[in-house]
């Protein structure tokens, strides 16, 4: 059972940055795709940015030049990098990970509050 222990979350203010890490543990197979989602009440979780195994990425169109995502496969470890942040960046933000059986895992989200 793949387990993921999210990081980094917390209250910024409006033009700060963040930087969320996501640290997977006890996969037996290798991680594919590797997210950040991210859920606000009432509405359905998103999509905010993926990276394969061969580092292509994904991004929402609203965080697109602000945020960045990266990972280090010698740690199982994905990070989200948001800079210019801005209140509708506020969410519980979720780890996704998929291993190479295409069984995907969350973690059980942070929460970031950009208010001044």
Not at 41 to 52: C, F, N, S, Y
Request: charged content about 15%; some cysteine.
């Amino acid at each position: 059972q793949v387990q993921l222990v999210e990081s980094g979350g917390g209250l910024v203010q409006p033009g700060g940055s963040l930087r969320l890490s996501c640290a997977a543990s006890g996969s037996r197979f290798s991680l594919t795709t590797m997210a950040w989602y991210r859920q606000v009440p009432g509405k359905q979780r998103e999509l905010v940015a993926d990276i394969t195994s061969t580092y292509i990425t994904t991004y929402a169109d609203s965080v697109k030049g602000r945020f960045a995502i990266s990972r280090d496969n010698a740690k199982n470890t994905v990070y989200l990098q948001m800079n210019s942040l801005k209140p509708e960046d506020t969410a519980v933000y979720y780890c996704y990970v998929r291993d190479s059986l295409a069984l995907g895992y969350w973690g059980q989200g942070t929460q970031v509050t950009v208010s001044s």
